[in-house]
């Protein structure tokens, strides 16, 4: 149900854009949260978003360089990545929170009901 795309090899300070296209959810009624899982570490919360979009949270090693956005007309929520760093190598995760018509977001993985695959992020110094 949730699709994350737009993973790949980039060089320090470059930027990516990573797309979670949902399908069989009502996205007026969830919000959305990419996460990242590095090697060894646990996973982490990135970024969320309300299903209204007005709601949102960054990790603060990411706030002013990533920017999440919805298009909740596509079933897609994007995340723009840039200034990437090594750091910021990781398998990066979409989620999906039920939320109902409360236009809130989670922050921890276990807040989450729904995943998909992830797509790779590796950034070369």
């Known amino acids: 149900q949730l699709q994350a795309s737009g993973g790949g090899l980039v060089q320090a300070g470059g930027s990516l854009r990573l797309s979670c296209a949902t399908s069989?959810?009502?996205?007026?009624?969830?919000?959305i949260g990419w996460f990242r899982q590095a090697p060894g570490k646990e996973r982490e919360g990135v970024s969320c978003?309300?299903?209204?979009?007005?709601?949102?949270y960054y990790a603060g090693s990411v706030k002013g360089r990533f920017t999440i956005a919805r298009d909740n007309a596509k079933n897609t929520v994007y995340l723009q990545m840039n200034s990437l760093k090594p750091e910021d190598t990781a398998t990066y995760y979409c989620?999906?929170?039920?939320?109902?018509?409360?236009?809130?977001?989670?922050?921890?993985?276990?807040?989450?009901?729904?995943w998909g695959q992830g797509t790779q992020v590796t950034v070369s110094s």
């Open positions: 069989g959810l009502e996205m007026d009624y969830f919000a």
């Open positions: 989620a999906a929170r039920y939320s109902g018509r409360a236009d809130g977001y989670g922050t921890k993985p276990n807040e989450y009901d729904y």
């Open positions: 978003i309300s299903s209204s979009g007005r709601n949102i």
